[in-house]
């Protein structure tokens, strides 16, 4: 090598200027390389954690709920037939006057079907008052829900003392339910044949986008680290440089002394 040249950068080497000459792969240079790498794999593993915490806290209770779609017009104008309603688990003593439940349903209906509870164990449910209004111990039932504001649905009048660990349950739309009126075996319901209480927050459908969010993030983090380990692999598949320049806290090295021009011989 002639006095004043600087030294070629390894073959496969990014050559660029730095404190040891032009050509001179440095410290610098390396540690500039190793920086994508590193936020990759960061970037990749917050992802991953992310989206695996997301997806456990939002999948879990979303297990709790089931989705059916409403059967017939007997809930109609609040649930319409096809209607997606979300139902969550409820035990025993779970079931409260109002709630719209799913449960199996007695004869001559012998199905899953859906209904509001109007009265539990204990209460006296009768139809009709003199305002043609469902009263429940005595006192009228206020019903903004009913289907045109009927109470009474065309069936003859009745009188149920709901028996401990029984529900009685009505349909929205009178004229157009087979409901406890109806109902084999006295026309209440054991409370155990509950099935799940309708949801109409929107805490069901935030689970649901919940979960694809984090799923999302899975998907994008799991993408990440496969990028991050083909890149660590072409990076060992290219011949090693030569570092030549000094490691960080050292002094720069002096700047090459020019060439000397050529004398021509004459």
């Given at each position: 090598m002639t006095e004043g040249h600087a030294p070629r950068a390894p073959r496969g080497h990014?050559?660029?200027?730095?404190?040891?000459?032009?050509?001179?792969?440095?410290?610098?240079?390396?540690?500039?390389?190793?920086?994508?790498?590193r936020r990759l794999r960061v970037a990749g593993l917050v992802l991953l954690a992310v989206g695996l915490l997301g997806t456990t806290g939002t999948l879990v209770p979303l297990l709790g709920y089931s989705?059916?779609?409403?059967?017939?017009?007997?809930?109609?104008?609040?649930?319409?037939?096809?209607?997606?309603?979300?139902?969550?688990?409820?035990?025993?003593?779970d079931v409260?006057?109002?709630?719209?439940?799913?449960?199996?349903?007695?004869?001559?209906?012998?199905?899953?079907?859906?209904?509001?509870?109007?009265?539990?164990?204990?209460?006296?449910?009768?139809?009709?008052?003199?305002?043609?209004?469902?009263?429940?111990?005595?006192?009228?039932?206020?019903?903004?829900?009913l289907r045109d504001g009927d109470a009474v649905g065309g069936a003859p009048p009745y009188d149920v003392k709901v028996p401990d660990g029984q529900v009685f349950l009505l349909g929205d739309n009178r004229m157009d339910s087979l409901d406890s009126r109806f109902f084999e075996g006295g026309g209440t319901v054991p409370v155990g044949a509950v099935k799940g209480r309708a949801d109409d927050t929107a805490v069901p459908v935030l689970l649901i986008v919940g979960v694809v969010v984090s799923g999302m993030a899975l998907l994008a983090g799991a993408g990440l680290g496969l990028a991050d380990w083909v890149t660590g692999r072409r990076r060992r598949a290219r011949p090693a440089g030569q570092f030549t320049g000094p490691p960080p806290g050292a002094p720069p090295a002096a700047p090459a002394r020019p060439r000397p021009p050529r004398r021509s011989k004459r």
């Amino acid at each position: 090598m002639t006095e004043g040249h600087a030294p070629r950068a390894p073959r496969g080497h990014r050559a660029g200027p730095g404190p040891c000459g032009p050509g001179v792969a440095t410290w610098g240079d390396h540690m500039r390389r190793r920086r994508p790498k590193r936020r990759l794999r960061v970037a990749g593993l917050v992802l991953l954690a992310v989206g695996l915490l997301g997806t456990t806290g939002t999948l879990v209770p979303l297990l709790g709920y089931s989705v059916r779609a409403a059967s017939g017009d007997s809930m109609t104008p609040g649930y319409a037939q096809g209607d997606a309603v979300f139902f969550d688990e409820a035990g025993p003593d779970d079931v409260r006057r109002g709630d719209i439940v799913l449960f199996r349903a007695p004869a001559p209906v012998d199905q899953e079907t859906m209904k509001r509870v109007v009265g539990v164990g204990g209460d006296s449910v009768a139809c009709c008052d003199s305002g043609e209004r469902v009263t429940v111990n005595g006192k009228p039932l206020r019903e903004p829900y009913l289907r045109d504001g009927d109470a009474v649905g065309g069936a003859p009048p009745y009188d149920v003392k709901v028996p401990d660990g029984q529900v009685f349950l009505l349909g929205d739309n009178r004229m157009d339910s087979l409901d406890s009126r109806f109902f084999e075996g006295g026309g209440t319901v054991p409370v155990g044949a509950v099935k799940g209480r309708a949801d109409d927050t929107a805490v069901p459908v935030l689970l649901i986008v919940g979960v694809v969010v984090s799923g999302m993030a899975l998907l994008a983090g799991a993408g990440l680290g496969l990028a991050d380990w083909v890149t660590g692999r072409r990076r060992r598949a290219r011949p090693a440089g030569q570092f030549t320049g000094p490691p960080p806290g050292a002094p720069p090295a002096a700047p090459a002394r020019p060439r000397p021009p050529r004398r021509s011989k004459r």
